[in-house]
C-alpha cells in the first residue's frame, strides 16, 4: 500500500486548518448577527429567510471541506479532486483578496517603484509555487498512487536499474 506523499499530508493539513478558520468565523459572526436579524425579522419575514438561506449554503460549504479532509483520509479518487478543488479556491480567494484594494488604514503603501516591483515578484513567486504544489498534490505519481485506494500496486522494478 502507498504511503501517504508529503503534498497530500500538506493540502489536507492546509484544507482543514482553512476550514477551521472558516468555521470560525462562521460561529462567530452568526453569534453577532443573529439577534439584530430576528429582530428585523418581526416586519419582514423575507430578512428571516434570506439569512437562513446564506447561514444554510455557508454550513454547505464547512460541511464539503469536512467532508473532502476525510475524503483524502480514505483514498478516495473523489478526495483528490475535491482537495483540488479546495486549493483551487483557495487560490482565487487569495487572489480576489489581493487584487481588492485594501481600505485598512493599517496598510502600509508601497513608497516606490521598487518596492511594487519587488513585492509583484514575490506575489508571482508565491502563485507559481502554490501551481507547482497544486499540481504535486494531484497528478504526481505517489499521490496517483496513494489515491489508488488499498488495490493500488506498487509499480514493478525493472531489473538492473538498483
Request: glycine share 8%; proline share 6%; charged share 15%.
Given at each position: 500500500m502507498a504511503r501517504k506523499p508529503i503534498s497530500v499530508w500538506i493540502g489536507q493539513i492546509l484544507i482543514a486548518v482553512v476550514g477551521l478558520i472558516f468555521a470560525g468565523f462562521v460561529v462567530y459572526f452568526s453569534v453577532l448577527q443573529w439577534p439584530a436579524i430576528i429582530r428585523a425579522a418581526a416586519n419582514n419575514q423575507t430578512i428571516l429567510l434570506t439569512a437562513g438561506a446564506e447561514l444554510v449554503a455557508k454550513l454547505a460549504a464547512i460541511a464539503f471541506v469536512a467532508w473532502t479532509v476525510v475524503l483524502i483520509s480514505r483514498r478516495s479518487p473523489l478526495g483528490r479532486w475535491f482537495g483540488l478543488l479546495c486549493l483551487a479556491l483557495l487560490l482565487a480567494?487569495?487572489?480576489?483578496?489581493?487584487?481588492?484594494?485594501?481600505?485598512?488604514?493599517?496598510?502600509?503603501?508601497?513608497?516606490?517603484?521598487?518596492?511594487?516591483?519587488?513585492?509583484?515578484?514575490?506575489?508571482?513567486?508565491?502563485?507559481?509555487?502554490?501551481?507547482?504544489?497544486?499540481?504535486?498534490?494531484?497528478?504526481?505519481?505517489?499521490?496517483?498512487?496513494?489515491?489508488?485506494?488499498?488495490?493500488?500496486?506498487?509499480?514493478?522494478?525493472?531489473?538492473?536499474?538498483?
Open positions: 480567494g487569495s487572489a480576489y483578496e489581493n487584487l481588492r484594494p485594501s481600505s485598512s488604514p493599517l496598510a502600509l503603501p508601497y513608497d516606490n517603484d521598487a518596492q511594487r516591483l519587488g513585492a509583484s515578484v514575490g506575489q508571482l513567486i508565491v502563485i507559481v509555487a502554490y501551481l507547482i504544489f497544486m499540481m504535486r498534490f494531484g497528478f504526481s505519481r505517489a499521490s496517483k498512487l496513494y489515491f489508488a485506494g488499498v488495490n493500488a500496486q506498487e509499480p514493478a522494478v525493472e531489473a538492473g536499474t538498483r
